[in-house]
């Protein structure tokens, strides 16, 4: 199954910091854009066997870092 993340920020920093720590993890990262006043990055994994488990992963990641939006779609 493949995932792909969009994570949104006021703050671009935790953009990079996120983004940096998936792609060690084997996410393949897009650029961070800014759109309407909010920075947005846009990560993807292939191989994800379960979709609650990369929820709660990710959910963590989010909270430890305050990211103001995180939306997930699986395919």
Known sequence: MRVSH???S???EKLEIVAG???QAGYR???IDWQTGVN???LSRE???SEPEERARIQDIVDHFGIDDWTATFS
């Open 47 to 49: 191989g994800v066997s």
């Open 21 to 23: 720590l998936l792609q």
């Open 6 to 8: 969009t994570l949104k």
């Open 29 to 31: 990262a897009g650029k």
């Open 10 to 12: 006021m703050e671009r």
């Open 40 to 42: 947005i990055v846009r």
